[in-house]
């Protein structure tokens, strides 16, 4: 006997089912795929792979074949994962210093403006990151207007060379994920108990101590979540090395590009990928060991903080 | 010499230099966008060199038939993609909170996954996989692809709307004789049409904004506005790459502050 | 006129629910029920004893997991929530908050595949039997928490339903507004002559608008009857302490009379108000602290321990052997018992009732 079912009119788990298996097909589906390909040969013109099996994908990672035929070690590919190491870590460490005291200052207004203030800082966000690298053509040119205003006060003879650098693509890469970080350690700054801190100047705390040993060690799981939002979108950057860096400045997705591009070898392009994907995991799991500590500390953890 | 605070509440909340660095940032946010609006009116074929205001570049790229078409590619893609994710991400938020608990996380490392793994990955996975598959690269490619990365931003406000609404709404609107499609179409659709509407929005500018995987998967005939710009900032530098993308962040700008005021509706 | 019949059957109902933590807790164990046409029932029972799950199975919100729940005789266990010529009055109200007040109520209405013409002056009668004429134009956000009440009492009575349900409905209001409201549905039921059944936790409220009132007690019905019958015959010990204030005191039949505590052979009378309990039982009496006479003797057995004006009475609490008891008296006596004092006690025939545990 069929009973008058309960928790009328909540829909039911299959409502999830067209978006849960579309995802599969185009989110799981690709990442397989890539893998796949990551183990096939290179295709004779290049474009696609041949269904036959081969390391040479992840023996082109760190050695070269020498017209000859000999292999020898070569760091060239080595060297660009540190490069895209090297350019995430300093971009993390520049926004964190930007955002710190943003996302504090923020927190810290009355309450009706800072919902204001915060939509400021996720405007540009909003807005088509290729427009906002190409700006950064446009600002750091020779005949850009930092160089015509340094000019100007006469601080420089002659133009400082900044577009085509690695600085260019640290300050493309920082521009780019500074919401990033400000979001998070809002998040943090803005549940502060700010009766926590005049307990503290309460106490004789002045406010450099006020700011070391109370604030900041509450919004903690916000710098984690916030480094964690920059740096993994950091190492896969494409746009800001590629337009900023003028190609001397390579990071790993410029290379993964080139090889679905104009140097046609697919699978070492997969091979990267796979790299690149591991290397995301990997600094995830990090992460998420981190923010379980730091949990253990504030009580709050910084997947929470994320969202 | 004491460094202690002295005077009202308000000032306790100051740290010394947080003003003037978020003053400093606040600038650098906004820097890009101010020079690409203000070069857009700037009469020298030089971008970077001020000779006098003029419109001649908006009037240039609206009459350019490439553009045209790229733009109208754009907007195809963007209306489809946002049409379809929105449906799937509607579905998603009904259906998760029903979903047992082994079923979620797995579902929420698929809805995550656009996020988190690099988009040059996503860009030439999928690429990879329509190879793979046969299937023409062009507009409608690049459609499927964008629907699937639209799908968390769409979700993120759909559920927000969704976890506010008081269950025994759901269930009155049983007891007053609706049955599961009536509820649905009586009040679970109009309760949720904020967070639909915001997230629709924001779907559509993720859409219309993406260059990565559109230049991926683009084709012959796929160009898509950002893919176009790209091509013209990498041949030579003009005014009129700085009037189209004026354009472009004047679109992206209005339909955010749309969405930020519709979400903010009260109920 | 010609005996009532029932409007609500409920028989041998049980449900039960597993916890996050993977226990099983009884909601409803065989619970039965006969609701009269007509009639205003109270459930009550403190939170978690079961009332608001058996309110729910009769909406068809809840399932039952066994046992048969029949409207005027015809079994509703299949018919889903929907069908069921029932409504309720939901505890947050559920008022849809995209919809004006006459579009809240004309909401179930419109299920019932009225039309335009028929359902406005419906609309209007109900928003009228509520009071709330011309605020059928507003948002329920603009509304008073006690105006929000009166839509979903509206919406519910809108549809004319064979029972109405209420879920502690007058919880959320202040107690003024909470006693103004009693009244007030009092009101409705004896005008709309519709069959009630409210759920509430607050016994004052229960024995103030009930015409039945059904005690429940951890999943079970502890008795049914009308309030007064309820309050001076209390058939369980719980009953008698959730319903009013009580002294229960444990207590032994003996050959001759009861033993009551460690009081002894005081107020012999006692056994009048007691019968067919053989000679040996153990258990409890219970009897109301107003129902206590007492005198003034230098050597009494009762001796007063403290004494506090509360609300125009006298609570005099006194040690008896053992045992505290509460007596009530009033303000009004010349020469009230101060502490300290010694008193003697005895008991009205029939005040002092044997209680089950």
Redesign the interface.
């Known amino acids: 006997?069929?009973?008058?079912?309960?928790?009328?009119?909540?829909?039911?788990?299959?409502?999830?089912?067209?978006?849960?298996l579309?995802?599969?097909g185009?989110?799981?589906?690709?990442?397989v795929?890539?893998v796949v390909?990551s183990f096939l040969s290179r295709a004779k013109l290049g474009?696609?792979v041949k269904w036959e099996f081969s390391a040479q994908a992840y023996a082109d990672l760190l050695f070269s074949e020498s017209l000859a035929g000999g292999r020898s070690f070569d760091p060239t590919y080595l060297q660009i994962i540190f490069n895209s190491f090297l350019f995430a870590l300093i971009t993390s460490a520049v926004t964190l210093a930007?955002?710190l005291?943003?996302a504090?200052?923020?927190a810290?207004r009355p309450p009706k403006d800072r919902?204001g203030l915060i939509?400021?800082?996720?405007?540009?966000f909003?807005?088509?990151?290729?427009?906002?690298t190409?700006?950064?053509?446009?600002?750091l040119?020779d005949?850009?207007?930092i160089n015509?205003f340094l000019g100007a006060l006469g601080l420089v003879e002659s133009p400082i060379p900044m577009l085509y650098t690695p600085f260019a693509t640290v300050v493309g890469l920082v521009?780019t994920f500074?919401?990033f970080m400000?979001l998070p350690i809002y998040a943090s700054a803005e549940r502060f108990d700010?009766r926590l801190?005049?307990a503290a100047?309460d106490l004789?705390g002045?406010?450099?101590t006020v700011?070391r040993r109370i604030?900041l060690p509450s919004v903690r799981p916000g710098v984690i979540a916030g480094m964690l939002l920059v740096f993994?979108?950091a190492?896969?950057s494409?746009?800001a090395p590629e337009?900023l860096g003028g190609g001397k400045t390579s990071m790993i997705?410029n290379v993964?590009?080139a090889q679905?591009g104009a140097s046609r070898n697919?699978p070492f392009?997969?091979a990267l990928?796979v790299l690149?994907?591991i290397i995301?995991l990997l600094v995830?799991v990090a992460f998420a060991v981190l923010s379980k500590r730091s949990a253990r500390v504030t009580g709050r953890s910084s997947w929470e903080s994320m969202l | 010499m004491s460094r202690r605070p002295r005077g009202t509440g308000e000032s306790l909340k100051d740290f010394p230099l947080f003003g003037a660095i978020s003053a400093v940032v606040f600038a650098f946010l906004y820097m890009p966008l101010v020079f690409v609006v203000g070069y857009s009116f700037n009469a020298n074929r030089v971008v970077t060199v001020w000779k006098g205001f003029t419109l001649d570049w908006y009037l240039e790229v609206l009459q350019n038939d490439d553009i045209q078409r790229a733009l109208m590619n754009s907007l195809r893609v963007a209306v489809v993609a946002t049409a379809l994710s929105v449906v799937l991400a509607l579905g998603l938020a009904i259906g998760l909170l029903r979903l047992a608990r082994s079923g979620n996380s797995f579902a929420w490392a698929l809805i995550g996954a656009p996020l988190i793994i690099p988009e040059i990955v996503f860009a030439i996975g999928t690429l990879s996989l329509f190879v793979q598959m046969r299937m023409p690269l062009g507009v409608n490619a690049i459609t499927l692809a964008h629907t699937a990365f639209c799908i968390p931003f769409a979700l993120l406000p759909i559920r927000a709307r969704l976890k506010s609404v008081d269950l025994s709404v759901y269930e009155a609107a049983a007891d007053l004789g609706a049955n599961e499609w009536r509820i649905f179409r009586r009040v679970t659709l109009p309760l949720l049409a904020p967070g639909v509407v915001a997230g629709a929005l924001l779907a559509f500018i993720i859409s219309l904004d993406d260059f990565i995987v559109s230049y991926f998967l683009a084709g012959p005939g796929g160009t898509t506005l950002p893919v176009y710009i790209f091509g013209m900032i990498r041949n030579a530098i003009t005014p009129g790459v700085n009037a189209l993308s004026t354009l472009l962040l004047l679109v992206s700008v209005l339909i955010v502050s749309i969405s930020y005021y519709t979400s903010r509706r009260k109920r | 006129m010609s005996h009532e019949t029932s409007a609500l059957t409920i028989n041998r109902v049980s449900k039960q629910f597993s916890t996050p933590e993977g226990g099983v807790v009884r909601a409803l164990d065989n619970v039965s029920l006969e609701v009269a046409e007509g009639s205003f029932t109270v459930l009550l029972g403190p939170s978690g004893c079961g009332k608001t799950t058996l309110l729910r199975c009769i909406a068809g919100l809840e399932a039952a997991d066994s046992g048969e729940i029949s409207l005027r005789g015809q079994r509703i266990d299949d018919v889903p929530v929907w069908k069921r010529r029932v409504n309720t009055v939901f505890q947050s109200y559920a008022l849809f908050p995209h919809l004006t007040v006459a579009q809240n109520i004309a909401f179930g209405l419109q299920m019932d595949g009225l039309s335009k013409t028929q359902i406005a002056p419906r609309v209007e009668e109900a928003l009228a039997m509520v009071r709330l004429d011309g605020l059928g134009g507003r948002r329920p956000s603009q509304l008073s928490g006690g105006q929000q009440q009166r839509v979903a009492l509206a919406r519910a009575l809108a549809k004319e339903p064979e029972v109405l349900l209420l879920d502690e409905p007058l919880s959320a209001l202040d107690l003024k507004l909470r006693r103004g409201m009693q009244s007030e549905l009092k009101r409705l039921q004896r005008e709309t002559s519709l069959t009630f059944v409210l759920v509430t936790h607050d016994q004052e409220e229960a024995m103030a608008m009930a015409d039945t009132v059904a005690v429940f007690d951890a999943g079970r019905i502890a008795q049914v009857g009308e309030p007064r019958d309820v309050y001076l015959r209390p058939r369980t010990r719980f009953v008698a302490d959730f319903i009013g204030e009580a002294n229960v005191l444990p207590a032994e039949v003996m050959d001759a009379g009861v033993r009551v505590g460690s009081i002894g052979d005081v107020g012999l009378d006692v056994i009048s108000g007691i019968d067919g309990q053989p000679p040996g039982t153990r258990g409890h009496v219970a009897f109301r602290p107003e129902n206590i006479n007492w005198e003034r003797t230098p050597n009494g057995d009762a001796h007063v321990l403290d004494v506090t004006f509360v609300g125009g009475d006298l609570h005099i609490v006194a040690e008896v052997g053992e045992d505290t008891i509460t007596i009530r008296a009033s303000s009004h006596h010349e020469e009230p018992p101060r502490t300290g004092d010694h008193l003697d006690l005895s008991f009205p025939a029939g005040s002092v009732r044997w209680v089950e545990d």
């Open positions: 006997m069929g009973r008058a079912r309960a928790r009328a009119g909540q829909g039911s788990a299959w409502a999830a089912a067209p978006g849960l579309y995802l599969i185009l989110v799981l589906a690709p990442l795929i890539i390909y474009v696609g930007l955002a005291p943003i504090v200052w923020i810290t919902t939509f400021l800082v996720t405007i540009p909003w807005t088509s990151l290729l427009i906002r190409y700006a950064f053509i446009i600002i040119n005949n850009g207007p015509a521009y500074l919401p400000i700010f801190a005049e100047y004789g002045g406010k450099w700011l604030v993994i979108p190492l896969g494409y746009l337009l997705a993964i590009a679905f697919w392009g997969a990928s690149l994907l995301t995830l």
